[in-house]
């Protein structure tokens, strides 16, 4: 199917994915270290308000708001916005603390990145946690959405498993927005298959990706077990989980942020992940969507965002 995306409608499509994003980060987070637990999700019990969010929804708003300005990405553009934008008590790593603060200093961004991890670059699960909304706004084309991913990510991340976990995520969201659009939400194995035939067949992503449609139907445990669940705060170990739990949950927003919460690990990323994609498909307030009444318990955004 042929059709034509208008800028509001791609800017709906990605503040959806925002939201879910959002809230999956805040809500995970809570679930990160003491406090409530999985079984406290499962029957309905939620933590108390406000729920914080964390790095990964700010880097997402400044995809966003440069989404909303450009209609694409300018790499020199988000690279200074993540800079200037930048919150070290919203739980960044100390790699990306230090590479924001040198491109905040006046380093070029393509030499900052570049120079993480002693000249390899990052692989981290950063430039994944923030994708979702990019993939939605270019819902009508997935070669798009992983070419504005890999720009997206090539700011902080200049390793190939780095740049790889964005552009799943972000093929993933596309394929998951234009489902909604045309109402014909893919199979679970065709979803996955689709985002494996976008990456670089040489990657650990693209294995993990494949190995995650082999995993369809399992539990959750067996499925972070085998995949990882963001331990690691790498895209390998992170972005094939979130795809298997956005995959087998596409049309439940509740249940998807349940099965992060269940594998533990890197809560918060894992929830934004799958929580970007869902939502992307579902929307807020609907039937399987964002329940408006976590969206009402996730601490405002930030007013630069809207």
């Known amino acids: 199917m042929t059709y034509v995306l208008f800028a509001d409608t791609r800017l709906g499509l990605a503040r959806d994915a925002l939201a879910g994003l959002s809230v999956g980060d805040a809500l995970g987070e809570r679930f990160v270290g003491p406090g409530s637990t999985p079984a406290d999700l499962a029957a309905g019990r939620l933590p108390p308000s406000p729920w914080?969010?964390?790095?990964?929804?700010?880097?997402?708003?400044?995809?966003?708001?440069?989404?909303?300005?450009?209609?694409?990405?300018?790499?020199?553009?988000?690279?200074?916005?993540?800079?200037?934008?930048?919150?070290?008590?919203?739980?960044?790593?100390?790699?990306?603390?230090?590479?924001?603060?040198?491109?905040?200093?006046?380093?070029?961004?393509?030499?900052?990145?570049?120079?993480?991890?002693?000249?390899?670059?990052?692989?981290?699960?950063?430039?994944?946690?923030?994708?979702?909304?990019?993939?939605?706004?270019?819902?009508?084309?997935?070669?798009?959405?992983?070419?504005?991913?890999?720009?997206?990510?090539?700011?902080?991340?200049?390793?190939?498993?780095?740049?790889?976990?964005?552009?799943?995520?972000?093929?993933?969201?596309?394929?998951?927005?234009?489902?909604?659009?045309?109402?014909?939400?893919?199979?679970?194995?065709?979803?996955?298959?689709?985002?494996a035939a976008a990456l670089d067949p040489g990657t650990d992503v693209h294995h993990g990706v494949r190995r995650a449609a082999a995993l369809l139907g399992r539990p959750v445990a067996d499925a972070a077990d085998a995949l990882g669940n963001g331990s690691r705060a790498v895209a390998q170990d992170t972005v094939p989980f979130t795809l298997w739990v956005a995959a087998t949950h596409l049309a439940d927003y509740p249940a998807a942020v349940r099965a992060c919460v269940a594998a533990g690990g890197d809560v918060d990323t894992t929830a934004a992940v799958a929580g970007s994609v869902v939502a992307a498909h579902t929307g807020v307030g609907t039937p399987g969507g964002v329940p408006s009444a976590w969206l009402a318990s996730r601490e405002p955004l930030p007013d630069w965002v809207s």
């Not at 990405?73 to 934008?85: G, H, Q, T, V, Y």
């Not at 990510?153 to 993933?172: D, F, K, L, N």
């Open 52 to 195: 914080h969010w964390t790095d990964d929804t700010e880097m997402a708003c400044s995809v966003v708001s440069e989404l909303a300005a450009l209609g694409e990405i300018d790499r020199d553009r988000l690279a200074r916005a993540f800079a200037d934008r930048h919150q070290p008590h919203r739980g960044y790593g100390t790699g990306a603390s230090t590479l924001l603060r040198l491109i905040r200093a006046g380093t070029p961004w393509p030499v900052a990145a570049a120079s993480a991890f002693d000249g390899q670059g990052s692989c981290g699960n950063g430039a994944a946690m923030r994708v979702g909304p990019l993939g939605a706004y270019f819902a009508d084309s997935t070669a798009r959405a992983a070419a504005q991913a890999r720009a997206s990510a090539e700011v902080t991340h200049a390793h190939p498993e780095g740049i790889a976990g964005a552009q799943a995520v972000a093929v993933a969201a596309a394929l998951a927005a234009r489902a909604r659009l045309t109402d014909d939400r893919p199979a679970p194995d065709r979803l996955l298959a689709a985002v």
